[in-house]
């Protein structure tokens, strides 16, 4: 299937959750914010919510600096 993530087409296999999605582009959950076809997902949400086809995702990193 083809997801959009931060604006480019990806193909992964199947339906997956937030938490598998991000494990596969080797992101840290902890240090990101994620968008879900418009919708903010809550970090406790990441392993109920499902990617599928045709969903855009967003993933922002947390920077720290000063």
């Known amino acids: 299937m083809i997801i959009r993530v931060n604006g480019d087409p990806l193909e992964i296999p199947a ?11 080797d992101i840290d959950p902890r240090r990101v914010a994620v968008e879900h076809n418009l919708i903010v997902v809550k970090k406790d949400a990441f392993d109920r919510t499902t990617v599928a086809e045709g969903d855009e995702i967003e993933i922002v990193n947390f920077v720290g600096g000063g």
């Open 15 to 25: 339906p997956v959750t937030v938490n598998a999605l991000l494990a596969r582009l």
